[in-house]
């Protein structure tokens, strides 16, 4: 019967393509996750930077609306 041999090899062959594709998936996500959180701690960073300058700009504003006022 080794029609039988064939059949079975062929069945071990497939389970091992999904295997090797399962695990290159893992990988590729893990890439992305990786990139993903490198790309969001370095936006931010930035947005921490642009809302200390519009603090301080908002900060000058409200003291010269103060002293026009007086």
Sequence with gaps: ??????????????KRQREQ?????????????????AFTDADLGDLDEDEDRRDKKDEKK????????K
């Design 1 to 14: 019967m080794p029609w039988l041999h064939m059949i079975f090899d062929a069945w071990e062959d497939h």
């Design 62 to 69: 409200k003291k010269k609306h103060k002293d026009k006022k």
């Design 21 to 37: 594709e399962a695990r290159e998936a893992a990988e590729q996500e893990a890439a992305q996750q990786e990139a993903l959180a």
